[in-house]
């Protein structure tokens, strides 16, 4: 739904053959991604307002180059999502962007995926240069991460207030934010199923159960 690129002057193919030519190491990192959600209520325009601000801070923060697309929800019907994936649903650009935001239509997820380079880059010369080590420091690392969500935070209830929506995002767990008296206690969960309840381990049962009866050995494949 939006694709940009910041400190960069080429193509996202060019920005990341690059950052790949700048590494010595096989096992070298040479991207960050950050998958951020965005809040149903604001509208297409906002989304990306907000996306190309927080991109900007990163870039200015960390001297990156960045790259940030925002990826449309998924249609509840399969026939529909099938289509859409396709590029090939019958919707005007009216009728598709209503559909979006249509809780019986799509699952609302609107979500951003940003990619960090590893390195600083100049922007004038496209060069890259020192890794950007503060963010993987054992010491730096985990509060400079920290720092990132909180300010990813701060603008996304900005944009929430500025639209007028009485939504909020809160980065703490929801356990810290009962123990702050922000919310009500937990009710009970739910159990989980566990190995054998998944589908693999109904389906190896029954495999193991028609082994067992034929006298085969239940755990050959």
């Known amino acids: ?31 960050r991604e950050l998958r951020s959600s965005l809040p ?14 927080f991109s900007l801070w990163l870039r200015d923060e960390y001297g990156v180059s960045v790259q940030s697309d925002i990826h449309a929800p998924r249609f509840l019907d399969r026939g529909e999502e099938r289509l859409h994936n396709a590029g090939k649903l ?18 609302r997820n609107f979500h951003a995926h940003i990619l960090m380079t590893t390195r600083q880059v ?23 991460i ?3 969500r909180r300010e990813w935070e701060k603008r996304t ?3 929430l207030k500025r639209i007028g929506s009485p939504t909020r995002v809160d980065l703490r767990s929801y356990k810290d934010m009962v123990k702050a008296g922000d919310a009500p206690a937990p009710r009970s969960s739910w159990p989980t199923p566990g190995r054998k309840g998944t ?15 034929q006298g085969r050995n239940p755990g050959a494949q």
């Open 122 to 144: 100049c922007p004038k010369t496209n060069v890259f240069g020192a890794k950007t080590r503060i963010l993987d420091d054992k010491k730096t690392g985990r509060e400079e």
């Open 157 to 159: 209830n900005a944009a």
């Open 40 to 53: 149903a209520e604001l509208p297409l325009v906002e989304q990306v307002r907000l996306v190309r601000g």
């Open 146 to 148: 920290l720092r990132i």
């Open 90 to 107: 019958a919707m005007d650009a009216q009728e598709y962007m209503a559909a979006l935001f249509d809780p019986t239509c799509t699952n």
């Open 199 to 213: 589908p693999f381990g109904r389906k190896r049962k029954r495999h193991q159960q028609g082994g067992a009866a």
């Open 1 to 31: 739904m939006s694709h940009e690129l910041f400190n960069w002057a080429g193509s996202a193919e060019a920005l990341w053959n690059a950052a790949e030519r700048a590494e010595n190491r096989c096992n070298a990192r040479v991207i």
